[in-house]
């Protein structure tokens, strides 16, 4: 799915700050001294230890609103096309088994061209 390429506009995740760090900290420190088993519990705590960085989507909210700024319609429209892009990874297909992936491809494509074209100092 298209919003896909939005992914790399959005750079190095941000970590997301000291107040995050401790309680992923506190989580570690308490997964360490459970009975889990060590290899669910290595599986847990690099899990875990992920969320000090900001998620994917909200590195593309990031972007969308350094790059444009106060468009509210572009961040609900690359909000849909990766929700939509999750539901297909993560259980195959679409929840709205009607739904007409080639226009939210389109809308995505639109929010891409607009993006490069700041970023370029182009016009469309």
């Known amino acids: 799915v298209c919003v896909s390429a939005l992914e790399p506009l959005c750079g190095e995740r941000r970590k997301l700050g000291n107040e995050t760090d401790e309680f992923v900290k506190a989580c570690v420190d308490l997964l360490a001294q459970s009975e889990v088993p060590s290899h669910v519990r290595r599986s847990l705590e690099g899990r875990v230890r992920d969320l ?44 709205d088994p009607d739904i007409e992936l080639v226009n939210h491809e389109a809308e995505v494509v639109k929010v891409l061209r607009r993006i490069y074209a700041r970023r370029l100092g182009l016009s469309l």
């Open 52 to 95: 000090r960085m900001e998620s994917v989507r909200h590195a593309l909210h990031r972007v969308i609103t350094e790059d444009l700024p106060g468009d509210t319609e572009a961040i609900m429209t690359v909000d849909r096309a990766y929700s939509l892009r999750s539901q297909i990874v993560h259980r195959g297909r679409p929840d």
